[in-house]
């Protein structure tokens, strides 16, 4: 097995691990309101989560896809080194994730994923590789670094005050309701955690189809950026998969640590995240599915009583949002140095 086909097959099992971890990682952010609701048992949670998780890669297009897989361009590159560079910042997000899960950090595998591929870029071909897209925003355009940094930016924005506003609107309609309402929310949030599901994958499965066709393009395996059926395929099973194995250390900080939340907080968070996703993966906008859960429950809160909101945690995830980009992209750049003494005798 010649050198070039080794490293097109290990990274593209580094991708479906990365979407594995994705995932493992981002389980929490689907499940902590309904389990902390008490609206579905995890196991519950889990199956009808699993199932619409699988259903949002094959169903909610490709435009993230081709968002991800056009930021860095790598296409006049060698290609053993583009796919070693592909493959080191795969394992810089892949690190950070594991790193973060352990703590119970609620951290964006989407900047993971971008600051992994950043940093691997940076330190071995420059900075021209990649798309900034700061010219193309002046010509009025929104694209590359720009683009992805903005839906990162923009999205717990919305998040928020989406929360905010349906929460209102939520409470002013059910002012009169009796406390055996609940048992209709609990219900409810059937449709909405599936929702959400379905929003997840529609938006976080497609990073990864976006960096496997890219390594498919530079191993030469297919002659133009078209996500194939097989590769949605293997990207649904793998985040399906992480999803199951779950990441329940995150349920505790999502579930309990931001507010208190019961059928109606739930019901609310899932479907404004559900939304916000959703609305972000139509726009071939990638998001942080962790950071729009987070804060809707914090706008949630806020609309309620601001007071009962642990702003300590909102802290905690805004300092968490500043260092993943930088700490992903130095573990890919160590990464990246370990990999190249193995390259270099088949230079």
């Not at 994730?97 to 870029?121: D, E, M, R, Y």
């Amino acid at each position: 097995m010649d050198t070039l086909l080794f490293l097109t097959i290990a990274t593209v099992a580094i991708v479906l691990l990365f979407d594995y971890t994705n995932g493992f990682h981002d389980a929490a952010n689907i499940v902590a309101t309904v389990i902390a609701s008490r609206a579905m048992t995890p196991a519950q949670a889990v199956v009808v989560v699993g199932v619409f998780e699988f259903l949002g890669p094959l169903l909610g297009g490709t435009a993230v896809a081709n968002t991800i897989g056009s930021f860095v361009q790598l296409g006049d590159i060698q290609p053993l080194l583009s796919l070693a560079v592909l493959l080191c910042g795969l394992l810089g997000a892949i690190v950070w994730n594991f790193i973060t899960w352990w703590k119970g950090i609620p951290s964006s595998s989407s900047h993971a994923l971008v600051g992994g591929l950043v940093g691997a870029v940076l330190v071995s071909v420059g900075s021209e590789h990649v798309v900034w897209g700061w010219s193309e925003l002046l010509q009025g355009r929104v694209t590359g670094v720009v683009k992805v940094l903005a839906a990162l930016l923009l999205s717990p924005l919305a998040g928020f005050w989406a929360g905010y506003l349906i929460h209102r609107l939520m409470h002013a309609l059910l002012r009169a309701a009796r406390p055996a309402a609940n048992s209709g929310l609990k219900l409810a949030q059937y449709a909405t955690a599936a929702g959400l599901a379905f929003s997840h994958g529609a938006n976080d499965a497609q990073k990864s189809m976006g960096i496997l066709t890219l390594v498919l393009l530079t191993g030469g395996f297919i002659k133009e950026f078209a996500v194939p059926f097989w590769v949605m395929l293997a990207c649904a099973s793998a985040i399906t998969l992480g999803i199951l194995s779950g990441g329940w250390r995150i349920v505790r900080t999502l579930g309990f640590a931001i507010y208190r939340v019961r059928p109606i907080h739930a019901l609310d968070s899932q479907l404004t995240s559900a939304a916000v996703i959703f609305g972000a993966s139509m726009a071939g906008a990638p998001v942080s599915t962790t950071h729009v859960v987070a804060t809707s429950i914090m706008g949630i809160g806020a609309s309620e009583r601001p007071r009962s909101v642990r702003w300590s945690k909102a802290g905690d995830i805004i300092m968490t949002w500043i260092i993943t980009i930088p700490g992903a992209a130095c573990f890919a750049i160590l990464a990246y140095a370990l990999v190249n003494l193995f390259l270099k005798p088949a230079a």
